[in-house]
């Protein structure tokens, strides 16, 4: 029995962030493509298929000249649309010999690939991420690749069960006793959940950073969307007594690597504390430490499923998050003809 | 720990017309915003959106606009003789500047990626094909487009249409000798790389549905407008489990499964109460007895599966059904 779920290639999906490509050959996998890429010396991002037309050998092995990528094992030198430009051998260039040029775009400090039929990359939407890239934010994240599907992370970002057993001591206090109504929005490709926390302290190291007494009431707002596959976001505003808000955005970038594993990159943004480099460091660690014990989680259930096979599963009413999700992956392939 | 209340929805938001704009005798094409210029919802070719017009009137129109276009919802409004009051209330009630309360987007009617599409549209079912025929273009897929209509001047687009010119035949004069030779020439011979997308009035879909009966299974994809008639349906009282909340109700013979389930305070998704919408689909865990399936969005292979039922108007004959909720 096979637990694989196919990967939706009709998304925009964020495998790097832009610092991480510059004028060096990156190879990243993507939906199950091998992808590389760079930047063209006017700063253009090119994604370009990760393997020679000639034989089996990745061209982020090769080396970067000017606007072009040399092959390391046989010299076919490609231009950033993918075609063929030289070969060492010959005068001409043999009919067919390119490879696949991905449409890319930068947007939030993120550099977005089209993994999909070319021509509806235009039909589709990259998800406004602002407080990645703005002023008005201090982020600390961490990039991990996880032995487990695009979906299983999904449905653990969209489980409201789940936050007090994976991670009490981080959780707001009022989540293990008194959980509000929790409200779900769908669409057709979305997803959104919210709830109002009543007035109760803030979780410790929140309370510590704000410099706040451990015991003033804050008013919590939490949001969480599902915009598509390649991401999911969670808000979590909180309001002190005297009307002063302070905003957390945690930004969960799912990159499918093939069908059983994922690249995670998360984030988590803060509009208080800003540019404070001990808080980075203290935050670093509390969400680095809260991540690893996430994806340990979702690698074991990935594991179940490849051992076992997708058994029957008991649903409960707050589940109604996740099995959205589904839904709307399962359309998205549906619509793919995958 | 104590118990979490779901209260589950579909996106609804106030819009503002921002153009009104007659687009053919009796035809109007609406184009809503936010007002606050918020993105609206992501949608895909072939769905359809609820507006609620009054507290009595909800109705469901097809997007007709871009799906790229994220502050956008386009729709083209009959003024239908017949209407039951949905679209003459959009004719004479509203213009440029109303304010519309929509609920959605939603799709029942979804373009599956193919290399060849036969397209066939009556009046003004042609809204839901105007976004699958640009995606059919941006995949370069081959296509065609059959539209009939009462008369050029009552059939809206066509102009637009007319752009992609001889993959759009059109059929004024309700010619129905016309309309049946060249749905023959269209779709009387299956073809395993081609699919049929058809919205329009029940004759034509009826037309296309005996002539694709013989073309492989999910090859025709069809949206309804109207509930089909439902003839002697006889409503009895039956058992429904509902395992995630993990209780039993009765559906009384003069309820839906849907009012009941609410009437125990359950969240459900519901819109049109008349089995066209498909918002209230539930998946089908467990039957015993018959389900009486009577919605037109499910085909009748996908009622011979009980995979889902629409509980606002399905129900089951006797004995007792097991749902996912």
New interface residues.
Partial sequence: MSAAIPVPRDCWYAPAASSEVGRELVPVRAAGLPVVLYRTESGAVVALEDRCAHRAYPLSAGELIGDTVRCGLCGFVYGPDGQCISVPTQPHVPYGARVASYPVQEADGLVWVWLG?P??A????IP?LPWLDDDGWSTVSGEEDVLASFLLLHENFAD??QV?FVAPDIAPSVL????P??????????VSLHRDFPPAPLPEWQAEIVGCPPDAPYRTEQSGFF??PAVWVDHWDAQAADGTWIRLRFTHLVTPIDESSSRLLWAVSRDFALGNRAVDQYLGGIFTDYYERVIDAMEIAQEVLEIDGPGPE???????VGLKVREIVD?LL????A | MTETETRLREFESDLVVESYEVVAEDVVAVTLVHPQGEALPAWTPGAHIDLILTPEITRQYSLCGSPADAHRFTVGILNAPNSRGGSRHVHEAVSTGSVIRIRGPRNHFPLVASPRYVFIAGGIGVTPMLPMIAEAEAARAEWTLLYGGRSEASMAFIDQLRAYGDRVTLLPGNDVALMSAALDDRIGTPRPDTLVYTCGPEGLLGAVEARCASWPTGSLHLERFAAKATEGAVDTEFEVELARTGITITVPADRSIFDAVQDHGISVLGSCHEGVCGTCETVILGVDGEVDHRDSVLNDEEKASNESMMICVSRCRSGRLTLDL
């Fill in positions: 039929e021509g509806r235009g039909l589709h939407r406004d409201v069960t007090p293990g006793s008194t959980p109504p929790l409200e779900v929005v769908v669409s057709e490709t979305s915009p598509s008991v649903n409960v009413n707050a589940d109604a359309a549906t619509a793919e003809g």
